[in-house]
């Protein structure tokens, strides 16, 4: 069986041999790349990269514009890395489609532990399970959804929060449980890594998006 690889983009040989090394361990293939547009090159030459990490700050091309390039032709998920800790720039990378977003310093377990919880979650769509309700129809075989039977396009953590949702339906539901089982890790901080994935959602959702009801002071409730 293939190795599963993974795609690294970042201008600090440093940072990419130290995150390279650590994923190696658990048997990844590691790709590297030195900047953005470097990345974009080598993504589509391997066409089989399972999951790309991207620093933010690159030369050449940013990792911003490397994930736009991405996200015209693939749903592969994507980390953003980095020394930013402004909202609005953790914002602009979800807007763009990013999964993942972790701020410099990191610990590297930490991100090996994201990264094989976002493989561990792709590699089990192909599962083929249908969730129904309230017109929304969900192939996690497919990675398809449609809502009276038009489709609509969710990136790789939008879908994967409708899923959680259908399948706690009529369930109150608090941030710190979306968080440890949609992204399936502790995370310190505010809840606007779920408000924003919410926001987009229900965006894409149309008037099925009122489906998905705000707990106040609490987390959210998805009623068909």
């Given at each position: 069986m293939d190795?599963?690889?993974?795609?690294?983009?970042?201008?600090?040989?440093?940072?990419?041999?130290?995150?390279?090394?650590?994923?190696?361990?658990?048997?990844?293939?590691?790709?590297?790349?030195?900047?953005?547009?470097?990345?974009?090159?080598?993504?589509?030459?391997?066409?089989d990269i399972s999951l790309v990490?991207?620093?933010?700050?690159?030369?050449?091309?940013?990792?911003?514009?490397a994930?736009?390039?991405?996200?015209?032709?693939?749903?592969?998920p994507v980390i953003m890395l980095t020394a930013k800790s402004e909202e609005r720039d953790e914002l602009q990378g979800f807007d763009l489609g990013a999964d993942e977003y972790i701020s410099k310093p990191?610990?590297?377990?930490?991100?090996?532990?994201?990264?094989?919880?976002?493989?561990?979650?792709?590699?089990?769509?192909?599962?083929?399970?249908?969730?129904?309700?309230?017109?929304?129809?969900?192939?996690t075989g497919a990675h398809s959804c449609t809502i009276d039977g038009n489709a609509i396009e969710l990136s790789f953590k939008e879908f994967e929060l409708l899923q959680y949702f259908m399948e706690n339906t009529g369930l109150a539901l608090s941030r710190e449980k979306i968080l440890n089982n949609v992204w399936n890790y502790d995370y310190f901080g505010d809840a606007r890594t779920i408000d924003t994935h919410v926001k987009k959602l229900r965006a894409k959702m149309g008037d099925k998006g009122d489906l998905i009801k705000t707990i106040w002071g609490m987390g959210y409730k998805f009623e068909a």
């Open positions: 190795r599963i690889k993974i795609l690294i983009a970042d201008d600090e040989a440093r940072m990419r041999k130290l995150v390279g090394d650590f994923l190696r361990k658990k048997d990844y293939d590691v790709l590297e790349a030195e900047n953005g547009q470097r990345a974009v090159d080598l993504f589509f030459e391997e066409e990490i991207l620093d933010v700050m690159m030369p050449v091309m940013d990792g911003y514009e994930l736009k390039e991405i996200r015209q032709y693939s749903k592969t990191f610990s590297p377990n930490i991100l090996v532990a994201r990264v094989d919880a976002i493989l561990r979650r792709s590699n089990a769509i192909g599962e083929g399970k249908k969730l129904e309700a309230g017109g929304i129809i969900l192939d």
